[in-house]
């Protein structure tokens, strides 16, 4: 079981698709491929390579493989390595290809042609430094590095093209050698094809996950914002001063910006702007805030709904207007109808069809206080 630390222990930084947010228990949930059980320690090492090497695991930019008890292997995506070269300010191109016999002659060729008169038996590459007078070059040898099943067999991408895959790995240790920096710790699944590491096995599709970062993160999620910002908007049609409850609750939960409350507050506040809708929509007409302030405390026994009603409302005769019936089924819920009846019995209030405008604004009082 993933303990709490885990989940909160969240890894923030910025790489050139935009910022990461990762963690171990987001690792073990999206991207861990195979069929294994990856430990504590092969997470944390998946983790602080995408952290120090900016790499987007999400984008696929990195793979952490574990197959069976074996040991867990960290691959990169099959763009990693050029994409990332090609924004490399010292970096001046590079030339790779392959080496095969013909007629008993070593043929070095750029690219990855391979005729059938001829035997692949390695590859090469070049890469250059603006910095540096000379490049640097790398050979590596077919056999060392062809992937192969269980039976021996090559398996299928080795197969099918054998010349691009020992050019992408002598072209891959290239790059890491003349860039340490850059490409220190970071291997390509053609070099560790041997491993059993099959690109075509790997998931291609970028991982979706921010709403999972954000409820792993303790803030209120992306879909609870939305809500949130759409129960404003009615209400603000129901006359409610939109901008002004958005206030009070940063003042209630002392935050600077909505989306710094929990996903718990945030729950609690939808709650209630959905209940205040209902109990406006209920008065079947437009309210002039008659409602200006509904103050929620965390505690819910000791809950208290502060209504102050405007001095400019419009009263059709001594009848209650439909913002201070809204108020009042609000209250009423509130408080409950035992105790709503009471408050009525003290005020001499025989029943709801007999408020008038003067005795509605009293029972508003009397149950706030």
Not at 260 to 271: A, Y
Not at 280 to 306: Q, T
Request: hydrophobic residues 35%.
């Amino acid at each position: 079981m993933t303990s709490q630390k885990e989940k909160n222990n969240i890894v923030v930084y910025e790489t050139p698709q935009g910022k990461v947010k990762l963690s171990p228990e987001i690792i073990r949930k999206y991207l861990v491929n195979g069929n294994g059980r990856v430990t504590d320690q092969e997470v944390m090492m998946f983790l602080h390579l995408c952290y120090y090497q900016k790499l987007n695991p999400f984008l696929r930019e990195a793979y952490l493989i574990k197959y069976g008890d074996e040991p867990a292997t960290i691959v990169t995506g099959k763009e990693t390595f050029t994409k990332r070269a090609a924004s490399i300010p010292d970096c001046n191109g590079w030339i790779a290809g392959v080496v095969v016999l013909k007629d008993g002659k070593i043929v070095y060729r750029p690219g990855s042609l391979v005729l059938k008169d001829e035997k692949l038996v390695g590859g090469w590459a070049e890469v250059y430094r603006k910095s540096w007078s000379h490049p640097i070059r790398i050979e590596v040898s077919y056999e060392e590095y062809e992937g192969k099943k269980k039976d021996g067999t090559p398996n299928r991408q080795w197969k099918r093209m054998p010349g691009t895959m020992i050019r992408k790995v002598a072209l891959v240790q290239a790059l890491r050698e003349a860039f340490p920096n850059e490409f220190g710790g970071l291997y390509s699944p053609e070099e560790m094809a041997q491993a059993g590491v099959d690109m075509e096995g790997l998931p291609q599709a970028e991982v979706k996950v921010e709403e999972d970062i954000e409820e792993q993160n303790g803030k209120c999620t992306t879909k609870q914002i939305a809500l949130f910002h759409k129960i404003l908007s009615e209400l603000e049609e129901l006359g409610i001063d939109a901008q002004k409850r958005k206030e009070l609750i940063k003042q209630e939960y002392k935050v600077e910006s909505i989306k710094e409350l929990s996903k718990e507050q945030m729950s609690i506040v939808i709650d209630e702007l959905i209940k205040m809708r209902d109990n406006l929509r209920e008065g079947k007409g437009e309210v002039k805030n008659e409602i200006e302030e509904v103050l929620i405390e965390e505690d819910p026994p000791e809950e208290e709904v502060v209504i102050s009603t405007s001095d400019n409302i419009e009263v059709e005769g001594d009848r209650p207007t439909k913002g201070q019936l809204a108020a009042l089924q609000a209250l009423k819920e509130k408080v409950g109808k035992d105790k709503y009846r009471e408050v009525m019995d003290e005020l001499g209030i025989a029943n709801e069809a007999e408020l008038t405008y003067e005795t509605a604004g009293k029972l508003i009082m009397a149950l706030q206080s």
